[in-house]
């Protein structure tokens, strides 16, 4: 059967039949670095668009339908318009700062991908911290933001940043506490134990009430980590024109947006991964007949579908619900979602030591 797993060890083969294997591992590198940043350029390409097409499903209109058929090719135009403009740094800015924070975004989401399991035996790195990895990287965004409000020398861009690093520190308990339940569940923080332990059912389905109460609380946090609405106080273009990046233009400006986007693929990745078994395909008990069905397709189409449908549930929430205010927004996390979180940790907790769960 067709897999990406049977294409990269043929790749892997081939390349230390013919060269030695410093240099095989060399390419190896070189050809794993350049698919991170194709699968980069498509998720921003496919993602502008499918935002853009859901919001006008939701707000029952046409959306983009000039540019190509049925408007698929807008995202294409956008991005063209976006590298062909000027980029301009405002007078008073930090210069290195300035320019240096959207690459920071950016890294930082391309660290992330390294742990991401994208198929069944297709993973850059399987780490035995693979999780504490995620959550740790991840935390280290929050720097670019505060670097590109603070360096803009614009007061809407400071405010915008300072909220930002409120928001994100906030969100992270909650998101990690949501993570640390399914580790309780798997005993292992290895992303690739976390997958096989899936295999008889996905965590949602097995882990009882407080694995659906962890899977709505982790999706809940990710979107405010992700600045996005109605979490998406940094920006909040009717407040601050458009926050820690109103004096960004051009690729500069791009750069921030497609890390924004590369971002909520991440972490749905992680919440298919998590809760939805990643590329694990739907197992019933001792269904053998339909799991052998499910079997047949491919995990890569298993993995994407999950990750995708959760990113449609983020999109969701953005046209759908009004932006809370900075208060409201850092109430719901101390006050409701916090206090949840550490009891549902602690329900998991003597789930997992009685062996309640499926």
Known sequence: MWSLS????????????????????????????????????????????MERKVSAWIQIRLGPNRVGPKGMFQSLADTLKLLVKEGMTPGGADKLLFNVAPFVAMIVAMLLMAPIAFAKDFQLWDLNIGVLYITAVSSISVISILMAGWASNNKYSLLGAMRSGAQIV????????????????????????????????????????????????????VTAETNRAPFDMAEAESELTAGFHTEYSGMKFALFFLAEYVNVFIVCAIGATLFLGGWMPFHIGNWEAFNHVMDYIPSSIWFFGKTFFLIFLIMWFRWTFPRLRIDQLLNLEWKYLLPISMFNLLLVTVIAILGWHF
Not at 13 to 39: C, S, Y
Not at 175 to 190: D, H, K, N, P
């Open 6 to 49: 049977n294409i990269a060890t043929s790749i892997d083969q081939w390349l230390n039949e013919t060269f030695n294997p410093t240099l095989a591992l060399i390419i190896e590198m070189l050809i794993a670095g350049v698919a991170v940043i194709g699968l980069f350029a498509m998720l921003g390409l496919i993602l502008v668009i």
């Open 170 to 221: 906030s969100y992270e308990l909650s998101a990690g506490l949501a993570i640390l339940a399914i580790v309780v569940l798997t005993g292992s923080l290895r992303i690739s134990d976390i997958i096989n332990a899936q295999a008889d059912g996905w965590w949602i389905f097995k882990g009882h009430i407080p694995a659906i109460i962890s899977f709505i609380i982790f999706i809940i946090a």
